[in-house]
């Protein structure tokens, strides 16, 4: 068995197709998410934290409600996401129930990725749902999402979650066993198992692939593999009806494709370093400029002394040490306003004041430059 140098992966996003979901009745193909669900216990219990972006809601929507084909207009396609995914919901609830798992919903839509503050309110969400073992099932909001604001495909839902929660890898598993040279029906085409980079020949053998059911195809696949690359995110293509196929992926069996990822998070660090706007400065105690300098740990209110500037959630701001040097730059999860109210406190002081819980960091570690 040939295998794949890989790290090892702490937090994975699993995204699985409505062909592979769904069979040729219309109907749920149950034993598909029984051994997604046994697969994803699997890796959890070894201690991966496991996101699934989970096609299937229109498709499902589609048979119940009667149609005979996929609906054309948009508001038809909406009702059948609306009945459809509260069906979906409704299995992984029971799958997965059988391991001691519980799921959580979560429906998103783009502008949850664009707006910064929705963004970062999202990221802690999920945060918070992983802490607690819950396994977040994720797809887009399409009953609400309209044209201009739909992503359309859960490839670069998936990418985009992918890059929201800092997963390290993500694994499309599709009815397909990855990118090949040409049309796969063909013995001519040959399966390519690693992209090192996104070339316009690989760009052209994807098109015009496409699924009945589900709206992805080679096209979405290679999108979503070039947000992943980008942001340092390992990513796998490979057939969802593979037998173990994700704790072998994770193992580092040559599987599928892999898309290998570019210089990790250099981009982003760049951009909080030099691109953005410095809007305000945080000064801090000792204890807690050691804690970011020594102990690559985030900033909390606890060690925050003062505040100047007038900034909101996801401004840039300086991190300012005891003798005026600035150690640091990040992102913040808190506006200037509310720091005034909680710099100085423990969690706990916070938690009895009422809507001054929310989140722990000031400026979560992943945020954070240090000695710029
Ligand atoms: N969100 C759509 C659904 O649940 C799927 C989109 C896609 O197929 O990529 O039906």
Not at 152 to 179: F, H, K, R, T
Not at 229 to 236: A, L, Q
Not at 239 to 255: D, F, P, Q, S, W
Request: hydrophobic share 40%.
């Amino acid at each position: 068995m040939e295998s794949r140098d890989l790290p090892s992966f702490k937090r994975i996003v699993v995204k699985i197709g409505s062909s592979s979901l769904i069979g040729k009745e219309g109907d749920l193909n149950i034993s598909q998410i029984e051994s997604l669900a046994d697969q994803i216990a699997g890796v959890q219990r070894e201690g991966v934290e496991v996101l699934l972006v989970s096609s299937g809601a229109i498709g499902l929507g589609i048979q119940r409600l009667g149609f005979a084909h996929r609906p054309k207009s948009i508001p038809e396609k909406q009702a059948c996401a609306s009945v459809g995914q509260g069906m979906l919901i409704k299995f992984y609830e029971k799958v997965f129930a059988k391991h001691d798992i519980t799921v959580g919903q979560v429906l998103l839509t783009r502008e949850d990725f664009s707006d910064r503050k929705r963004f970062l309110n999202a990221r802690n969400t999920m945060s918070a749902l992983l802490r607690m073992g819950v396994v977040p099932v994720i797809n887009e909001n399409d009953t609400v999402a309209v044209d201009e604001i739909r992503l359309g495909d859960n490839d670069n839902l998936a990418a985009l979650v992918s890059v929201l929660v800092d997963a390290d890898l993500l694994i499309l598993l599709s009815d397909i066993d990855g990118l090949y040279t040409g049309d796969p029906r063909f013995s001519s085409s040959k399966l390519i198992a690693e992209v090192k980079e996104i070339t316009a020949e690989i760009e052209k053998i994807a098109t015009g692939s496409k699924s009945a059911l589900g709206t992805g195809g080679m096209i979405t696949k290679l999108q979503a593999a070039r947000i992943t690359m980008h942001s340092g995110i390992t990513t796998v293509l490979a057939a969802a009806g593979e037998k173990e196929v994700i704790r072998r992926v994770l193992a580092g069996e040559t599987l599928g494709t892999i898309f290998w990822p570019l210089s990790r998070l250099a981009n982003r660090r760049r951009w909080i370093a030099y691109n953005s706007t410095v809007q305000g400065r945080i000064f801090v105690d000792d204890g807690a400029a050691a804690a970011l300098l020594n102990k690559g740990k985030s900033l909390l209110p606890s060690g925050i002394q003062r505040v100047e500037g007038n900034f909101k959630i996801g401004h840039t701001v300086s991190v300012i040490e005891p003798g005026g040097r600035e150690i640091a730059r990040g992102i913040v999860n808190y506006s200037s306003e509310d720091i005034e109210i909680i710099k100085g406190t423990k969690t706990w002081e916070r938690a009895r004041t009422p809507g001054r819980k929310a989140y722990d960091e000031v400026i979560h570690r992943n945020n954070l430059v240090m000695n710029v």
